[in-house]
């Protein structure tokens, strides 16, 4: 049963976390309704998720068991069978669909194309360098509209530049990994000749300033200003650009940068960033 909820890789589940973003930046935490209704998108979301990853799991299973980590998954290590793998996929990814159709159509909607660009990408999208990191991007928007298409929030261009932008820059941190493999000997993916050290680093940083610059931009915006009720909510950029600046001493220095999920789950001053600058995102919006 153990290996069985690894193919789940509910760890994962911290990125669908981003559904939860429209409700934070529209500072729209009163109505209980909404507050439901997102917290169900996200578990109808994460449970089609872990269908996808199944799907991806069975399709490259002779690629991670070239790999010195993904080897030991539980369908790469042979200790669950393709059948119940396959079994596991069409029960989950059919329970989720099922469910929000009936609880929301727009969500149905979302899902179903996250769910379309998934299958494409495993099968042919993700070999194709640069598209492979413009689908993950693409990926962590869709979260940002199921988490908008159950309640009455709008997205802003803001929230949405920042979320692709952001996801850019983790998808690049995580090619710069599959890279260092490949100078290892290692060839784990087939697109990894499009990719170099010279090209992920130069591009990283360049992500990293945009995506500072976009987050000063969204808050000192006359939009948010007069929407959010301050003039002060630069001032969480801190955080931000701390946040950066670690994940970038993970992924240069460490060379740490393989899965984002687990590099939040395990560094502690990544995590404590993270929550300063939400405590500060909010104080400033409530006492200012």
Same mark, same amino acid.
């Given at each position: ?5 690894k ?5 994962q589940?911290?990125?669908n976390?981003f559904?939860f973003?429209p409700?934070?930046?529209?500072f729209?935490?009163?109505n209980?309704?909404?507050n439901l209704?997102?917290l ?6 994460s449970?089609l998720?872990s269908?996808?990853y199944i799907?991806?799991d069975l399709?490259?299973i002779n ?8 080897k030991?998954r539980?369908?790469?290590s042979?200790?669950?069978s393709?059948s ?6 069409l029960?989950?990814s059919?329970?989720?669909?099922g469910?929000t159709?009936?609880f ?5 909607t979302?899902l179903?194309?996250y769910?379309?660009?998934n299958i494409?990408?495993? @099968? ?6 640069? *598209?492979? +990191?413009?689908?993950?991007?693409t990926? /962590? $928007?869709?979260r940002?509209?199921?988490g ?5 929030i709008?997205?802003?261009?803001w929230?949405i ?7 850019l820059?983790l998808a690049l ?5 599959d890279?260092l493999?490949?100078?290892e000997g290692q060839e784990?993916r087939k697109?990894?000749d499009?990719y170099?050290?010279?090209f992920?680093?130069?591009?990283m940083?360049?992500m990293a ?6 987050y000063?931009?969204?808050t ?15 001032l969480?950029?801190f955080f931000?650009?701390l946040g950066i600046f ?17 590099? @939040?789950?395990r560094d502690?001053?990544?995590r *404590?960033? +993270?929550?300063f600058?939400?405590?500060? /995102? $909010?104080t400033?919006?409530k006492f200012?």
């Amino acid at each position: 049963m153990g290996e069985i909820i690894k193919l789940f890789r509910i760890h994962q589940y911290i990125k669908n976390l981003f559904i939860f973003l429209p409700l934070l930046f529209s500072f729209s935490f009163g109505n209980s309704q909404d507050n439901l209704s997102v917290l169900v998108a996200f578990l109808l979301f994460s449970l089609l998720a872990s269908s996808v990853y199944i799907f991806n799991d069975l399709f490259d299973i002779n690629e991670d068991r070239a790999h010195p980590t993904k080897k030991n998954r539980p369908l790469a290590s042979g200790s669950v069978s393709k059948s119940t793998a396959i079994t596991l996929m069409l029960l989950l990814s059919l329970t989720s669909l099922g469910i929000t159709l009936f609880f929301n159509t727009e969500l149905f909607t979302v899902l179903f194309l996250y769910f379309i660009l998934n299958i494409a990408y495993t @099968l042919k999208l993700k070999h194709i360098a640069i *598209l492979d +990191i413009f689908i993950i991007a693409t990926g /962590f $928007v869709m979260r940002l509209f199921a988490g908008s298409s159950v309640t009455d929030i709008t997205l802003s261009m803001w929230i949405i530049l920042m979320t692709f932008l952001l996801a850019l820059f983790l998808a690049l941190a995580k090619r710069r990994d599959d890279v260092l493999l490949s100078l290892e000997g290692q060839e784990t993916r087939k697109n990894i000749d499009g990719y170099n050290l010279e090209f992920v680093n130069a591009s990283m940083v360049l992500m990293a300033g945009v995506v500072i610059v976009s987050y000063i931009m969204y808050t000192i915006s006359p939009e948010v200003e007069i929407r959010l009720g301050t003039e002060y909510l630069y001032l969480s950029s801190f955080f931000v650009i701390l946040g950066i600046f670690r994940y970038m001493q993970i992924t240069f220095v460490e060379e740490d940068s393989g899965s984002p999920t687990k590099v @939040l789950i395990r560094d502690k001053f990544l995590r *404590l960033t +993270i929550l300063f600058w939400f405590f500060s /995102f $909010v104080t400033i919006i409530k006492f200012t």
